[in-house]
Nanobody
Framework: VQLQASGGGLVQAGGSLRLSCAAS????????MGWFRRAPGKGREFVAV????????DYADSVKGRATISRDNAKNTVYLRMNSLKPEDTAAYYC??????????????????WGQGTQVTVSS
């Protein structure tokens, strides 16, 4: 299984980015897909999650209203669009896949597969 995250970069505060995560080696449409991040000196943080069929989504309070997670099961890809970026959004962003129950969607330990991360740096 491979999860290839991309789309990170350097952006000014207030700007936008769209992260992508292309999956291979698994039946993508069976998996709940999540995005997590890790800022320098901090632990891993849940960002957003989307159910296998796109029917449910959830977001961390820190990004709610600024982030949109979506998926294209035909392309085996999940996306995270982030607007109004803030310096505190600076982190390595990781996509992850799991067949967890929806109630455990924010628990990183319940995810089976992880991408390599893509760096997002927001300058003030």
């Amino acid at each position: 299984v491979q999860l290839q995250a991309s789309g990170g970069g350097l952006v000014q505060a207030g700007g936008s980015l769209r992260l992508s995560c292309a999956a291979s080696g698994l039946t993508f449409s069976y998996y709940t897909m999540g995005w997590f991040r890790r800022a320098p000196g901090k632990g891993r943080e849940f960002v957003a999650v989307i159910q296998w069929n796109g029917g449910n989504t959830d977001y961390a309070d820190s990004v709610k209203g600024r982030a949109t997670i979506s998926r294209d099961n035909a392309k085996n890809t999940v996306y995270l669009r982030m607007n109004s970026l803030k310096p505190e959004d600076t982190a390595a962003y990781y996509c992850a896949a799991s067949r967890i129950i929806w109630g455990a969607r924010k628990d990183a330990d319940k995810y089976s597969y992880w991408g390599q991360g893509t760096q997002v740096t927001v300058s003030s």
